[in-house]
């Protein structure tokens, strides 16, 4: 077994909005093995984003993790002091948007902000070396004529220019850890073709591990090993690509898995999930996704379901895989 | 796993399919919080902007009744009882003609309230009017009228009332001693008169580029389309949509030039230009009460304090009502 | 095709906006640049394209949004290319908009009845007070809204809620055709099929024509009976859909179909995707000749040099391009 990259337990992150807590992410754990690429998927208010961003110590007022623990390397994220802390965020792990705006500063060039990142995980190094390694850098990433774009500013660059400096930034630090959050989710396809094949190449090369926040099942299938699906602050199942897509056991994904269009055929209709998203301020006491479950127990309701695993580490959190649920004649619908 | 101890004892029958009902007892929107109630909410939890607010109250509560309550008149002049300090009978004390000061003060109070309140709404009406149409129309109709904001921005008080005064005193003294001019004219006299077309004519702009800005804004979003393409009038959308939508900016505006309107009043009375006598204001109650300021300066602080206090909690409850109306202006 | 009659004759439409540039001299946008397309009554016309393609540009200016730089539309045989504002309003009524953004396209500060009776008050379809309140509750109804919350606003809705709000708008002036402008793009995916078949309902129990403007290609398959292409303010392909998915002529069609993500592991790592090159032109100053033949992998130098033509290569499949057939 290989000694795990990152390791999530029991992660509690809270919003203390006026209108009252805002349980964004409410005890998601998982591990991530290096090298992996790992999917997270969830629609808007689901936690994926919170969950990641908690990694990087991102999460501010009036957001708190209120809960559980997060080990980089075998080593406590939040007991870190400045230093290691400094080193972790960009050398170990590093981060990118959806919005490369968030991440390039409009009044330097890229080649000044390429060259911090770089000091900060070398330290002192020549001028000479920081310019050979930009260029590296921003031809790894699919630049062209890199010596130019060095001493030019964000604007100059196009969308897709702009996601792939960004993504130059983010390896600067040679990282092991690259957390992308719905990095093509503003682009048109075929730059998001571009970009995900650029991920792909990068991730070959420097052999780090992925993790991708997205809420397009087709980039997971496209780009993850293991999947987690996420659904109001909690993880309803997660297990390898493969089980996911071929044998998803909870109803909310399996339901996602049949609404999709691209499978379907003009004329016939599509299969939606009904009711509505959740409302964090107001999640339910059992299942969240309960309201709108279609085999919804009584027992949902009012009590959070428990996890059930098979052999091969599919994990879901429902309850009709309760050796009770089926004792009780209860026929899976497992269309 | 964590949560395994406790499930051990649901019992079976809960692993029963769940009935619609039962689902939907899960899922109640939340109660309906309209926009006002919301706002409500947010300046009820602002404890300056509610002391501010209650301090309105006060001084309007006194402003209104507190000359009724006294039993002298604001111009009644009682021989004997010249400058007399504040005691029992006169808590205020008494000017040099031996008038009630507590009586003036609240009548100088008054009229500074409704000199504000008036300016405030003649000042919304002209900048709302001026600031939509320029906002909506956009290109060189915009530009245009613009420019002549910026021109009436740059022209100076003083100059205009002094000059209006001069203008107006004789058509408004013919006006006011004809028949049919309103009593209440009459009562308020030529300054004070030139005082409301100054305001009315100067103040708008802030309002007005307010406005324009908002709408300016407002009618890119694609409700204003949608409503185009429902075949919409113009009128309809501005009254419909774009003033509804920056209603809050506009009182909080409004709020903030009522104020602003007291201390140009006060400001020109102090300087002769405001109130005839005998009327009061608190600006004219503070210049007279100069002359004695060595012997007698509580003739001064009272008026005086009265419109710091007006003042002061006027804008703090502006504030206030800038944050719980509009969030985002927050800075 | 559900009807050969033409319900909306576009001609040689172009719409061009002018701006400065950031050193303040005078340039124009070709948004949409010569155009011709027919909409049939009762069908689902698609259009794809990148942003910057002019496919929500092309939507607005049908409806007449903007004033045309040129060409010409027909509704039901009426040029309405003209129109002044009180003639045009009666085919405002028939021609309506849904929009892509649920939260920027309702009014604040109306309740959802307001919304939706807005729409009834300006085309007076409502005769008393009472009429109107039945039609919007039936509206709201047929969208499948909870009635009871028509006194409440937008914003305490979810997306799907507030799509299903803006098309009871939309059809609350009982029009022939709608522009349905990305009406899924911003919803939650769990969402999303339930607003395709909401519009599809609509469609059927009411007649209405489509024009669905989409970059995902997957929602086009399953909703449109054609598919136009759009480049940079032209029409690259248009045919029907189930022949464009099997048998794009275009390269520019080819690369977006295999780029589009496909939900299933498996056949996501064995496809072969044709990746572009770089992206889309700015519209200020296209390419000369063929408008793609910066990013398409077949380029010669024929494409820099002449316009190909938009041509029928027999069954009703359109193709803008000088190789077709040998690519």
Redesign the interface.
């Known amino acids: 077994m290989v000694k795990e990259l990152l390791k999530i337990n029991d992660l509690k992150v809270s919003f203390f909005t006026p209108a009252g807590e805002v349980k964004a992410v409410n005890g998601i754990s998982y591990t991530l093995e290096p090298g992996k690429v790992l999917g997270i998927v969830g629609e808007s208010g689901s936690g994926k984003s919170v969950s990641s961003y908690s990694i990087m110590g991102l999460i501010d007022k009036p957001g708190k993790i209120v809960w559980g623990s997060i080990t980089f390397n075998g080593k406590d994220v939040s007991a870190m002091n400045r230093s290691e802390r400094l080193n972790f965020s960009g050398n170990e792990v590093a981060m990118i948007f959806q919005d490369p705006m968030t991440c390039l500063n409009p009044v330097f060039t890229v080649g000044n902000q390429l060259a911090e990142s770089l000091r900060h995980k070398y330290g002192k190094i020549s001028k000479e070396e920081v310019r050979k390694r930009s260029i590296e850098l921003l031809t790894l990433v699919g630049i062209n004529v890199p010596e130019k774009r060095l001493s030019q500013y964000p604007h100059e660059f196009s969308g897709g220019m702009r996601q792939r400096a960004m993504i130059a930034m983010a390896l600067a630090g040679a990282p092991k850890l690259l957390i992308a959050d719905e990095p093509t989710t503003a682009l048109d396809v075929t730059i998001q073709a571009q970009i995900l094949e650029l991920l792909k190449d990068i991730q070959k090369k420097t052999g780090m591990a992925i993790v991708l926040i997205t809420h397009d099942l087709g980039i997971v299938a496209d780009m993850a090993d293991d999947v987690i699906v996420m659904y109001g602050g909690r993880i309803v199942e997660q297990g390898s690509v493969y089980s996911i897509f071929h044998n998803s056991r909870h109803p909310y994904t399996k339901g996602l898995i049949r609404s999709l269009p691209d499978l379907k055929k003009r004329g016939e209709k599509l299969i939606p999930i009904k009711g509505n998203p959740i409302d964090l301020l107001n999640l339910p006491k059992g299942c969240a996704f309960a309201p709108r479950c279609e085999s919804c127990l009584k027992v949902c309701i009012n009590h959070m379901p428990a996890e059930y695993a098979t052999e091969d580490g599919h994990r879901t959190a429902c309850w009709l895989y309760d050796e009770r649920a089926n004792n009780s004649g209860e026929v899976k619908n497992n269309g | ?4 101890d406790n ?1 051990a004892v ?1 019992e ?7 009935t619609e009902s ?9 109660p ?4 006002w109630k919301d706002a409500w909410r947010r300046l009820r ?1 602002n404890k300056v902007a509610i002391g501010a607010l209650v301090v309105i109250l006060l001084v309007l509560l006194a402003a209104v009744i507190g000359p009724m309550l006294s039993p002298y008149k604001y111009d009644q002049i009682i021989k004997g009882s010249e400058n007399l300090s504040p005691n029992v009978q006169h808590i205020f004390g008494t000017d040099s003609l031996g008038r009630d000061l507590f009586t003036r003060t609240m009548i100088g109070a008054r009229i500074s309230i409704a000199v504000g309140v008036v300016a405030a709404i003649m000042i919304s009406i002209i900048g709302i009017l001026y600031g939509a149409v320029s906002g909506f129309l956009g290109g060189w109709a915009d530009i245009v009228m613009m420019r002549i904001v910026d021109i009436v921005y740059s022209v100076p008080t003083v100059l205009i009332v002094i000059l209006l005064q001069v203008v107006l005193k004789d058509p408004i003294d013919k006006y006011l001693s004809s028949a049919n001019s309103p009593a209440f004219l009459k009562g308020l006299g030529v300054g004070l008169i030139s005082i409301f077309f100054v305001l009315a004519l100067l103040y708008w702009v802030d309002m007005a580029r307010i406005v324009r800005g908002q709408i300016l804004a407002l009618k890119e ?3 204003v ?8 009038s113009s009128r ?1 959308i501005i009254s ?2 774009l003033i ?2 920056c ?1 809050g900016q506009i009182i909080v505006v409004a709020t903030l030039k009522i104020p602003e309107a007291i201390f140009v009043e006060s400001f020109l009375s102090f300087i002769g230009l405001g109130v005839s006598i005998p009327m009061a204001s608190l600006g004219s109650l503070s210049q007279a009460a100069l002359k004695g300021i060595y012997s007698y300066p509580y003739m001064l602080i009272f008026p005086a304090a009265t419109i710091s206090v007006i003042i002061l909690s006027m804008n703090l409850f502006g504030d206030g009502l800038r944050d719980a109306l509009d969030p985002r202006m927050k800075k | 095709m559900v009807n050969s009659e033409v319900l909306l004759e576009v001609n040689n439409l172009k719409q061009y906006f002018h701006i400065r540039n950031n050193l303040g001299e005078k340039a124009s946008v070709k948004a949409v640049d010569d155009v011709t397309f027919n909409i049939y009554r009762g069908e689902t016309l698609g259009l794809v394209g990148e942003s910057g393609s002019g496919k929500t540009t092309l939507g607005r200016s049908i409806l007449r949004i903007y004033d045309l730089t040129d060409g010409r539309i027909k509704f039901s045989g009426v040029d309405i290319t003209k129109l002044r504002k009180d003639k045009l309003l009666p085919y405002r009524k028939k021609m309506q908009y849904i929009f892509q953004d649920p939260y920027a396209s309702l009014d604040p500060r109306m309740t959802v009845s307001d919304i939706v009776g807005e729409a009834l008050d300006i085309h007076k379809l409502a005769s008393s007070k009472k009429d109107r309140e039945d039609k919007i509750r039936d509206l709201l109804k047929l969208v499948g809204l909870n009635t009871e919350h028509s006194s409440r606003y937008p914003h305490e809705f979810s997306g799907g809620q507030r799509q299903r709000i803006g098309i009871a708008r939309a059809i609350a002036v009982e029009p022939e055709f709608i522009v349905c402008d990305e009406p899924v793009s911003a919803l939650d995916v769990s969402i999303r099929a339930q607003i395709i078949n909401t519009l599809e309902e609509m469609q059927e129990r009411l007649n209405l024509t489509y024009l669905f403007i989409s970059h995902d290609l997957g929602v086009v398959r399953h909703t449109c009976d054609r598919v136009g292409v759009m480049y940079l303010g032209h029409f690259v392909e248009l045919v029907e859909s189930e022949e464009l998915y099997k048998n794009p002529l275009h390269p520019y069609t080819q690369a977006l179909l295999t780029a589009i993500p496909e939900p299933d592991p498996e056949m996501a790592k064995k496809r072969n995707r044709i990746i572009l090159k770089g992206e889309i032109p700015s519209p200020v100053n296209p390419p000369s000749g063929c408008k793609f033949r910066t990013r398409c992998p077949f380029a010669k130098d024929l494409c820099s040099q002449q316009i190909p033509e938009f041509k029928d290569q027999g069954n009703g499949h359109y193709v803008a391009c000088h190789f077709t057939g040998k690519i």
């Open positions: 796993m964590r949560e395994m499930t649901l079976n029958k809960l692993f029963m399919p769940a039962e689902k939907a007892t899960v899922e109640i929107m939340r309906s919080v309209g926009y939890a979003q694609e409700y389309l949608a409503a185009k393409v429902l075949g919409a309809d419909k949509h509804p939508n209603i």
